[in-house]
């Protein structure tokens, strides 16, 4: 699949992108991401799987005030996605090349995010590959860690069998989280839950999702 960019060649996407086999100081102990942003003392949401970026698009010209931070691993999507930042002059996102839960666990700082969004994750639905699904035990603790008190980690999936998953999930790790009604993203158009590429294209075949918001306890460690 291509999106108007042939394979390997790699735009100048500019300060947007970032590639994690060469992030800065990454043999040197946790990283803080809120240093690749102008303010850093702007809040961060991480969104995970950004795909083509139109998440990171449409929210970010809505909260200006925040620093978005996205993570995409496939290689076209993510020059797609960073290119498409940088055209349209996105000075408070950041897009990583790169695995977003390898990055939580090893090299992310503790407390950094105030929301991380998972949206429309890829299901994995053979029972030797769910090992390869994002939410897992351990990726639940560590997105606890990683969030600050009070934060959140919201998910939305049209996949039944994804969704019992996350929903055993979650349910292992009430101690960490509280459950909360799915708030609509603020950029999403009439009818939408987050306003993605993915939901869009569910929408049109008639597909149900399924939502939550995980709170991580204000006097969480
Ligand atoms: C089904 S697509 C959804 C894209 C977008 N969130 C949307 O709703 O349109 C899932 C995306 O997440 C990416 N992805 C899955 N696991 C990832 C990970 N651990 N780190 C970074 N990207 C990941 C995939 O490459 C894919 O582009």
Not at 165 to 188: M, P
Request: one cysteine or more.
């Amino acid at each position: 699949m291509s999106f108007g960019l042939s394979r390997g060649r790699t735009p100048d996407v500019g300060e947007v992108g970032l590639d994690m086999r060469t992030l800065p100081s990454c043999h040197e102990g946790r990283i803080d991401p809120r240093n690749w942003f102008d303010d850093k003392s702007n809040p961060l949401e991480i969104e995970i799987g950004s795909g083509k970026g139109t998440f990171l698009l449409q929210q970010s010209e809505l909260q200006p005030k925040t620093n978005f931070l996205g993570f995409e691993w496939a290689a076209e999507f993510y020059r797609y996605g960073a290119d498409r930042l940088r055209r349209n002059g996105r000075k408070c996102v950041r897009m990583v090349y790169g695995d977003a839960t390898e990055f939580m666990k090893y090299w992310c700082e503790d407390h950094v995010a105030q929301v991380i969004h998972l949206y429309f994750s890829d299901p994995w639905p053979k029972k030797r590959h769910n090992k390869r699904r994002v939410i897992q035990d351990d990726t639940l603790r560590n997105f606890h860690r990683v969030l600050k008190p009070g934060g959140e980690l919201r998910i939305v999936t049209d996949h039944d069998d994804l969704w019992t998953w996350c929903d055993e999930h979650i349910d292992r790790h009430l101690d960490l989280f509280e459950r909360k009604l799915f708030d609509i993203v603020g950029s999403a158009s009439e009818g939408e839950l987050t306003g993605t590429n993915f939901e869009r294209k569910y929408r049109r075949e008639g597909r149900p999702f399924h939502s939550v918001t995980l709170v991580k306890y204000k006097n969480a460690p």
